[in-house]
């Protein structure tokens, strides 16, 4: 089936593993040349390069903190001269710094909204600009079913993919009169070394709570990006797609 993804130039953010890595492969399985962005520029390169050979796209690496906006206009500058438009951004980067709001330290606080919120503020205002000239463009921003349902240890985490989904349908309605979509998914539980790092009653109880039974697959989230990128949801906008094997209904 032809999604109407070649050819596209297709921005992943914090994509040298785990989640955003899996989108970036998705999208250049389905032809797009990949722009891999990370704070870690080496990983970011090799993933880059591995992507390329394996399915034969272009395939670049920029050194990136989403946090900031200088370094965010130096990557969509570096973006426009190697392929001269921006089809695709996918606001994948995050970080997480969990504990209970009473232990919770301001830098804590600042640092994963600075990522996680603003990161998605900075990128979008970036892309946009040259996206709305083009008149077209797909904008999808990874939330989290804690942006919808709060969770107990992530005040910091949770507001901020909060705010994503509320940024999503601003931007959603800022943006549609020029034919770019913007949608969110709100990931549940992901195997990825983001939730590796959890301790084992934690992860234990999310799966009590996880109607499939089971955490999902970075893939599974991917899957789900290729849908909003592609011409079958061209009519879709300002929408939250939870892929959560049910956490949230
Ligand atoms: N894993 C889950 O269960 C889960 C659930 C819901 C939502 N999410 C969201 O999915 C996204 C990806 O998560 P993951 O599990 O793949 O995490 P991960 O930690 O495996 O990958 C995140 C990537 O982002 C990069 N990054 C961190 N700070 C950055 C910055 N300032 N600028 C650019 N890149 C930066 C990291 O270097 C890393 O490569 C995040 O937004 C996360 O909040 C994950």
């Known amino acids: 089936m032809d999604f109407g993804i070649k050819g596209k130039a297709a921005i992943v953010t914090g994509s040298a593993r785990g989640i955003g890595r899996s989108i970036a492969e998705k999208l250049a399985a389905e032809g797009a040349n990949l722009v891999i962005t990370d704070v870690n520029e080496e990983m970011a390169k090799a993933t880059a390069g591995e992507i390329a050979s394996k399915y034969g796209v272009k395939a670049v690496a920029f ?51 600075k990522i996680n919120l ?21 904008i999808v921003n990874i939330a989290s079913v804690v942006g919808i349902m709060g969770n107990a240890g992530q005040a910091n985490y949770s507001a901020s993919k909060g705010g994503v989904i509320a940024l999503t349908k601003t931007t959603a309605k800022e943006v549609a009169p020029r034919n770019i979509t913007v949608n969110a998914i709100a990931p549940g539980f992901i195997n990825t070394d983001m939730t590796k790092s959890l301790p084992k009653e934690v992860t234990e109880k999310f799966l009590t709570v996880i109607p499939f039974g089971r955490y999902g697959e970075p893939d599974e989230v991917a899957d789900a990006v290729l849908f909003y990128c592609s011409n079958l949801a061209r009519y879709i906008t300002g929408t939250v797609l939870p892929v959560d094997g049910g956490m949230v209904m």
């Open 63 to 113: 050194k990136h903190d989403v946090s900031k906006s200088d370094s965010t206009e130096a990557v969509m500058d570096g973006v426009m001269k190697e392929y001269g438009k921006i089809d695709i951004l996918v606001n994948n980067a995050g970080i997480t710094r969990d504990t209970l709001m009473m232990r919770m330290k301001d830098e804590d606080w600042d640092l994963v909204i």
């Open 118 to 138: 603003t990161g998605v503020f900075n990128c979008t205002k970036a892309a946009i600009r040259h996206m709305m000239k083009a008149r077209s463009g797909s």
